[in-house]
């Protein structure tokens, strides 16, 4: 019996928000006017009072701390490749002189 999973914007969560702090409205009444659970509210809610409007970065949009880290999770596993392929050079090389 499960449902097809809803997907909000991070548009609509961010006005969702703002009618709780905004409007003075409580959570339930906005659960009750846009179909979403109370539960669900109060965790944007806090989500945003962490982190700002940035709080809903999106499906495959990283916040900028976690952009740079995927970046240099590339760079390091690049720079270890390259390590172990002049390993391998130098041991080879070094059985040709012998």
């Known amino acids: ?12 969560k961010l006005q969702a928000v703002k009618m709780i702090t905004d409007q003075h409205l409580s959570v339930a009444e906005v659960g009750r006017r846009l179909g979403v659970s109370g539960n669900r509210l109060h965790e944007w809610k806090k989500a945003v009072l962490a982190k700002g409007a940035g709080a809903f970065p999106g499906v495959g949009h990283l916040t900028p701390l976690e952009e740079e880290n995927r ?6 596993k690049r720079l270890g490749m390259e390590r172990d392929i002049l390993k391998k050079a130098a041991a080879f090389f070094a059985t040709l002189t012998k």
């Open 71 to 76: 970046l240099l999770r590339a760079e390091s």
């Open 1 to 12: 019996m499960s449902g097809k999973r809803t997907t909000y914007t991070p548009e609509f």
